[in-house]
């Protein structure tokens, strides 16, 4: 059986068996979808009462220590079952869905969300997972893990940026080569900018494999949440953007949000938290 045969197994059985699986994923095909025109690009816009406890949660150091982690294998829900990759990570069904099909592929290990030494193995999963896109969110930039590595995957098809992916705050690098996608990742990770107190480069990945090709979309990262997640009163906006939110899909836990949000606000949030225009002084990119 294909790796990916069996995940989707996976789901399916787990849908049988736990009922907040279940109804989470049922509930999602109710889920309201707006879309709009941000710069000539489409975005969805998707309201998603489930997002709420990822959207908000605290992932400062203090906080983290305090909870207990919701990856690991031995705090995992008793219905919750695992398939392996490799001897290093364990795939598990997202009971929190944004696409119809989303699983978390959690290192075995209790380690930190660092992407150096492991973007290898995520162009190895997006070739084994060829019908969906693996995503990683950086410690600051929408992991609500950061204390435990983890990519996600959802079903192609979703977020439209698979389908346009010239847009203006991405990085984009496609080759059938693995080394040279490698390669230039580093170039691009040893090119960011690092705050002294950060374990690395803020950013989210979204990478996939299509005719032999891996194409990967890197996002760096200036900001963790924008003012509007901040403000009080109108202003408020509940918005922690992540992968696929710059994938195009912005995931609002908060019906007043999704009703008010605009395309101009979704050009000033992504202006906020995305940085622009970094790469003109690297050679070597294409
Ligand atoms: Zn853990």
Same mark, same amino acid.
Request: negative net charge.
């Given at each position: 059986?294909?790796?990916?045969?069996?995940?989707?197994?996976?789901?399916?059985? /787990?849908?049988?068996?736990?009922?907040?699986?279940? =109804?989470?994923? !049922?509930?999602?095909?109710?889920?309201?979808?707006?879309?709009?025109?941000?710069?000539? &690009?489409?975005?969805?816009?998707?309201?998603? #009462?489930?997002?709420?406890?990822?959207?908000?949660?605290?992932?400062?150091?203090?906080?983290?220590?305090?909870?207990?982690?919701?990856?690991?294998?031995?705090?995992?829900?008793?219905?919750?079952?695992?398939?392996?990759?490799?001897?290093?990570?364990?795939?598990?069904?997202? $009971?929190?869905?944004?696409? !119809?099909?989303?699983?978390?592929?959690?290192?075995?290990? &209790?380690?930190?969300?660092?992407?150096?030494?492991?973007?290898?193995?995520?162009?190895?999963?997006?070739?084994?997972?060829?019908?969906? !896109?693996?995503?990683?969110?950086?410690?600051?930039?929408?992991?609500?893990?950061?204390? &435990?590595?983890?990519?996600?995957?959802?079903?192609?098809?979703?977020?439209?940026?698979?389908?346009?992916? =010239?847009?203006?705050?991405?990085?984009?690098?496609?080759?059938? =080569?693995?080394?040279?996608?490698?390669?230039?990742?580093?170039?691009?990770?040893?090119?960011? $900018?690092?705050?002294?107190?950060?374990?690395?480069?803020?950013?989210?990945?979204?990478?996939?494999?299509?005719?032999?090709?891996?194409?990967?979309?890197?996002?760096?990262?200036?900001?963790?949440?924008?003012?509007?997640?901040?403000? /009080?009163?109108?202003?408020?906006?509940?918005? !922690? #953007?992540?992968?696929?939110?710059?994938?195009?899909?912005?995931?609002?836990?908060?019906?007043?949000?999704?009703?008010?949000?605009?395309?101009?606000?979704?050009?000033?949030?992504?202006?906020?938290?995305?940085?622009?225009?970094?790469?003109?002084?690297?050679?070597?990119?294409?």
């Amino acid at each position: 059986m294909k790796f990916q045969d069996k995940i989707e197994q996976l789901l399916t059985e /787990q849908l049988g068996e736990w009922e907040l699986a279940r =109804n989470n994923y !049922s509930a999602l095909k109710q889920v309201k979808i707006k879309t709009m025109n941000v710069d000539g &690009h489409l975005y969805k816009v998707q309201f998603n #009462p489930g997002r709420i406890i990822s959207s908000s949660a605290k992932v400062d150091a203090e906080s983290i220590r305090k909870r207990k982690c919701f990856i690991c294998r031995e705090n995992l829900p008793p219905q919750q079952k695992v398939i392996p990759f490799r001897d290093t990570y364990n795939i598990l069904v997202n $009971p929190f869905p944004v696409f !119809s099909r989303h699983f978390t592929i959690a290192h075995v290990e &209790h380690t930190p969300q660092l992407i150096a030494s492991r973007f290898g193995d995520m162009l190895d999963l997006a070739q084994q997972l060829d019908g969906y !896109s693996v995503f990683y969110n950086g410690p600051k930039c929408g992991a609500s893990a950061p204390d &435990h590595f983890h990519f996600q995957a959802g079903n192609k098809g979703f977020m439209p940026i698979e389908n346009d992916r =010239n847009r203006k705050h991405v990085i984009l690098i496609e080759s059938e =080569n693995k080394e040279e996608i490698l390669n230039n990742f580093k170039l691009i990770y040893d090119s960011l $900018p690092l705050s002294a107190d950060e374990p690395e480069p803020m950013m989210n990945i979204i990478t996939w494999y299509e005719n032999k090709t891996w194409t990967t979309c890197l996002f760096p990262r200036k900001k963790h949440r924008p003012d509007c997640y901040f403000a /009080q009163g109108d202003d408020n906006i509940l918005i !922690s #953007p992540a992968s696929v939110d710059m994938g195009g899909v912005f995931v609002m836990p908060m019906e007043k949000d999704f009703d008010k949000i605009s395309g101009k606000d979704i050009a000033e949030i992504l202006e906020e938290v995305v940085l622009s225009d970094i790469f003109l002084g690297i050679r070597g990119l294409d």
